[in-house]
């Protein structure tokens, strides 16, 4: 399973970005997919998470900033960031539990990542 992000990159503070991860390979189905950020010296964090069905979780840092959603094939998440603030430059990074016929019924995650991409926000 590849993931391919895109969409990073520099912009000042209050603007938006959007990022876009798709995921390909030998999928039959993804069940949780999201984005984690890692700024320099820090550890990675959760930004927000959406579920096969929709259902969608933030961090209290993002709320009412950024957006997650996923199209209908659920094989690409989305990340829309608004009102950006330089505390959130760092590096995107996409994330799914992606399964095939082999590990479907298993019961922890099978992750996988996309490369990250970068996010800076000038102030």
């Known amino acids: 399973v590849q993931l391919q992000a895109s969409g990073g990159g520099l912009v000042q503070a209050g603007g938006s970005l959007r990022l876009s991860c798709a995921a390909s390979?030998?999928?039959?189905?993804?069940?949780?997919m999201g984005w984690y950020r890692q700024a320099p010296g820090n550890e990675r964090e959760l930004v927000a998470t959406?579920?096969?069905?929709?259902?969608?979780n933030y961090v209290d840092s993002v709320k009412g900033r950024f957006t997650i959603s996923r199209d209908n094939a659920k094989t690409t998440v989305y990340l829309q960031m608004n009102r950006l603030k330089p505390e959130d430059t760092a590096v995107y990074y996409c994330?799914?539990?992606?399964?095939?016929?082999?590990?479907?019924?298993?019961?922890?995650?099978?992750?996988?990542w996309g490369r990250g991409t970068q996010v800076t926000v000038s102030s």
């Open positions: 959406i579920t096969n069905g929709g259902s969608t």
């Open positions: 994330n799914a539990d992606a399964r095939n016929h082999q590990n479907y019924f298993l019961p922890r995650r099978i992750d996988f």
């Open positions: 390979g030998n999928i039959l189905r993804i069940n949780d």
